[in-house]
């Protein structure tokens, strides 16, 4: 990736403590997202008139390294959400040669991408924070409107590599749209894949 490639951000948010991540985290948030679920916590990812921040790997490094020593010292570093980071694979992998092994890097991801965008990064990620929403192929299908075929083969993907324990797979409770029961089939088809941690929690809706 050249610095004349600038990438659509919704937001950067500094100095976050325990909500991407362990120790002191920034949260830089990428534009466009292919799912159209429908609580979406940040619609403006795919808006196309939203207003945009653009990096280049080198700009938005240039902005957070100020927080360096908050990273080092804590163990934090920066953690790529969106919208969906694994968009731009090319991007990520940049930006982990400019900070080096030393920050930790996240991602925040729904894995309905292609697999070789998850292949391209697999090696650069520290901690994977996988929204599955619900493994249920109906349910899937009526709260995000895309098919979940592209999410179980990669997470397929990841185990395969022995990565499953770098990963929170996050599996809300979604009102209108799965039950304790059908979150409860997920986590054990989920386990059995290889994953042990889980982040359950239930969408808190207007």
């Not at 010292?73 to 040669?97: K, N, Q, S």
């Not at 397929?156 to 996050?170: E, F, K, N, P, Q």
Request: charged fraction near 25%; aromatic fraction near 10%; glycine fraction near 10%.
């Amino acid at each position: 990736m050249s610095e004349e490639q600038f990438v659509p951000f919704i937001g950067v948010s500094r100095h976050r403590m325990a909500t991407d991540g362990n120790g002191v985290t920034t949260l830089a948030a990428f534009h466009g997202c292919r799912l159209g679920c429908s609580y979406c916590l940040n619609p403006q990812c795919r808006a196309d008139d939203s207003p945009c921040l653009w990096h280049t790997p080198e700009t938005l490094y240039e902005e957070v390294r100020a927080d360096e020593l908050y990273f080092l010292a804590t163990g934090g570093g920066i953690t790529f959400g969106g919208g969906e980071p694994l968009l731009y694979p090319d991007f990520i992998v940049r930006f982990r040669e400019l900070c080096g092994p030393q920050w930790k890097i996240n991602v925040e991801t729904s894995l309905n991408v292609a697999a070789a965008n998850v292949e391209a990064i697999a090696d650069v990620v520290d901690t994977w924070f996988i929204d599955v929403k619900d493994l249920d192929a109906d349910i899937y299908r009526r709260y995000t409107g895309h098919d979940n075929a592209q999410v179980i083969d990669n997470l397929s993907l990841i185990a395969g590599g022995g990565r499953a324990g770098r990963c929170v797979i996050r599996l809300p409770l979604i009102p209108g749209y799965n039950t304790d029961a059908d979150r409860t089939s997920s986590e054990a088809r989920l386990r059995d894949m290889g994953f042990e941690h889980f982040d359950k929690f239930n969408y808190e809706i207007p």
